[in-house]
């Protein structure tokens, strides 16, 4: 289920007399297609002078190559100082000796007499004396080599006899016994840090002592976080005898599609219309368990059910596809605390308060009560023998006065499992930012919603949409009390860009793009809320 990014480093390590060079080159490979990646940068990071950083990029086909050469403890050198190289003309290759006072990048290139590059290498070195190879390619004549140092250029003339095909720049550093006074052996240590636009960066430590192959395993930043859906409604569709295990071409969620999307673990709404099922929506819930169990025992494979917090981390960890119960609407229970008890041991891990209906116990927020009626006592029973239970109260759907009163009831934090921001859409089924200050307050999180209509007035709604009201609740409470909850299967209308369950990789390179943190991102997709799911599903 996740993708990786494998970078494959063969570095081939000499030693020269009192000196360590390092020729760095390899591949930047996606793992799963093991095509090469362009734009990938490999940076390198000398401990023993931090200032040093320098990046190298691959190239169209993934491929980088640079040479890492270091001078150990030369004798100092108060300014730059380049020579004539030598032997000039030259038939095979030249010499140029090159003394700098401190660390850097020395950029060594080479250009024929109309300006058309030949060579080019830069090279990550430490101060003292060190000597730029050529060795000679093309055909015989007139070139120029320069030599690029803290922004100084110097330049050579260079006569080349004879055409060659040589090996083009190298550097090596001055083994003479001169310099044995001076000399003191150290191991240089470095940084190798490999990073890709929607990919997490990887850091490795290594130094300049040994030979060493080395690679590098990138998951992207979708696939590192653990994403987690807090509402989807495609178990409506499964008692109707829809196949979660087969790529659909209708409705928003099938398991390759939830594997495709990268999520982790999906809250599994039971949602009885209250119309269709006015005496017994009980029932017709435990039809809608009854269908998901022939799906996970089908799927048993790829597919398995989560029931606390321990579970959902091993089967992550598995690779397996998470499912967790949730009941949507309290006029499940029919106003019975062991039918409540029941969906729990059956699996349910959330109650919806209400959904558009308002039951007798509690007011939902289409209701024109909402405002001013909330929970009756039997409502504040079920509230309390929620929190013994260790199920999470959620609030979507939810009237203003019966969430004021859940909050004053409940000892635990709570959930709007798929709501949007009401300053954004003023829409009844949207949160207040009082009500998301006190969700907040009381350590909660809110799911926001893929539904157009509550996003915005516009006839199109788009991921910027989304991430608009994202960044609204991080403005006003903070990143800790966001998630998502798409309403995948429940709405029939859609995000652009956000189509179905395997578009969710847009969400997060939309958000990388807009400026949020990989922290900020796995927070989002899924920490915020499993620091719920602890608390309370213990």
Not at 1 to 8: E, G, Q, R, T
Not at 297 to 326: H, P, W
Not at 359 to 368: I, K, L, N, R
């Amino acid at each position: 289920m996740k993708n990786h990014l494998s970078i494959l480093f063969s570095f081939l390590i000499f030693s020269l007399a009192y000196s360590q060079s390092i020729s760095v080159q390899g591949w930047v490979k996606d793992k799963n297609t093991g095509l090469g990646l362009d734009s990938a940068f490999v940076i390198l990071v000398n401990k023993n002078f931090p200032q040093q950083k320098d990046t190298f990029r691959a190239n169209n086909s993934g491929y980088f190559s640079f040479f890492l050469t270091s001078a150990r403890d030369f004798e100092s050198v108060d300014a730059i100082l380049v020579t004539n190289n030598y032997p000039n003309p030259f038939n095979s290759s030249t010499n140029l000796d090159v003394y700098l006072p401190e660390a850097g990048n020395l950029k060594v290139e080479v250009y024929d007499v109309l300006g058309k590059m030949i060579d080019e290498k830069t090279f990550t070195i430490l101060p003292g004396k060190h000597i730029v190879e050529y060795y000679g390619k093309g055909s015989a004549g007139v070139y120029f080599l320069v030599v690029s140092f803290h922004g100084k250029d110097f330049v050579r003339k260079i006569i080349q006899l004879g055409n060659l095909n040589g090996d083009g720049i190298k550097l090596q550093t001055s083994g003479s016994n001169y310099l044995n006074k001076f000399l003191k052996v150290t191991t240089n240590q470095y940084l190798l840090i490999a990073e890709r636009f929607l990919y997490v960066p990887d850091t490795i430590e290594i130094d300049d002592s040994q030979n060493r192959n080395i690679t590098f395993e990138l998951e992207t930043v979708h696939q590192n976080a653990i994403l987690i859906d807090l509402h989807n409604d495609v178990l409506e569709k499964v008692v109707d005898g829809y196949d979660l295990g087969v790529l659909n071409t209708i409705n928003h969620s099938d398991l390759p599609r939830f594997y495709k999307g990268g999520v982790d673990v999906q809250l599994m709404a039971l949602w009885v219309s209250p119309t269709q099922y006015p005496n017994n929506p009980f029932q017709q819930t435990l039809r809608m368990i009854d269908s998901f169990k022939v799906q996970l025992n089908k799927y048993s494979s790829i597919m398995a059910q989560a029931l606390n917090s321990r579970e959902i981390d091993s089967l992550v960890k598995l690779g397996k596809f998470t499912a967790i119960l949730c009941v949507e609407g309290g006029h499940a229970i029919e106003e019975n605390i062991y039918k409540l008890d029941s969906l729990y041991k059956l699996g349910a891990r959330y109650l919806t308060i209400t959904w558009n209906n308002s039951t007798s116990w509690a007011t939902s927020a289409q209701d024109p009560q909402a405002t001013t009626k909330g929970l009756s006592e039997f409502g504040r029973q079920v509230i309390r023998h929620m929190d013994s239970l260790g199920m999470i109260i959620d609030v979507s759907h939810v009237g203003p006065k019966t969430i004021d009163d859940i909050l004053e009831v409940t000892v635990n934090p709570i959930i709007a499992s798929h709501s949007g921001v009401k300053a954004l859409r003023n829409h009844y089924r949207n949160l207040t930012d009082q009500q998301i200050i006190k969700i907040a307050q009381k350590g909660g999180v809110i799911g926001v919603i893929f539904y157009p209509p509550y996003l915005t007035t516009s006839s199109t709604a788009t991921i910027k949409n989304v991430i608009d009201h994202i960044d609204y609740i991080k403005n006003l409470v903070g990143i800790d009390y966001i998630a998502l909850g798409s309403d995948f299967d429940g709405i029939e209308r859609v995000i652009v860009g956000l189509e179905d369950v395997s578009k969710f990789p847009n969400l997060t390179e939309a958000l990388l793009r807009r400026g949020y943190s990989i922290s900020d991102i796995k927070k989002i997709y899924g920490e915020n809320f499993l620091r719920v799911f602890r608390q309370v599903c213990k």
